[in-house]
Nanobody, 114 residues
Framework: QVQLVESGGGLVQSGGSLRLSCAASGSIFRLSTMGWYRQAPGKQRELVARVTSGGSTNYGDSAKGRFTISRDNTKNMVYLQMNDLKPEDTAVYYC????????WGQGTQVTVSS
């Protein structure tokens, strides 16, 4: 069964930090590059960061220098540490493989107030 469960979102002031977590089922997680995506109101879903099974990372321009993606292969978990958050980071955040499968979790809402 495919499962992606995101958590850790919330309301934070500009400049604050949040750590998102994603629990992924083994069928998705194992040996896969995993990514964090986000979708702001009225905008398309975009890739924020990705991490390979070996730990190599890539970031979108908006995340570079502020966000850090990581994974724990023993727990089938993916994390996104977000620092220096800005109002434009407000979105629903999702995790999935990269490229993504058609299965999406419920996401976790991140709201950054100015």
């Amino acid at each position: 069964q495919v499962q992606l469960v995101e958590s850790g979102g919330g309301l934070v002031q500009s400049g604050g930090s949040l750590r998102l977590s994603c629990a992924a089922s083994g069928s998705i997680f194992r040996l896969s590059t995993m990514g964090w995506y986000r979708q702001a109101p009225g905008k398309q879903r975009e890739l924020v960061a990705r991490v390979t099974s070996g730990g190599s990372t890539n970031y979108g321009d908006s995340a570079k220098g502020r966000f850090t993606i990581s994974r724990d292969n023993t727990k089938n978990m993916v994390y996104l540490q977000m620092n220096d958050l800005k109002p434009e980071d407000t979105a629903v955040y999702y995790c999935n493989k990269n490229p993504p499968t058609r299965y999406w979790g419920q996401g976790t809402q991140v709201t950054v107030s100015s």
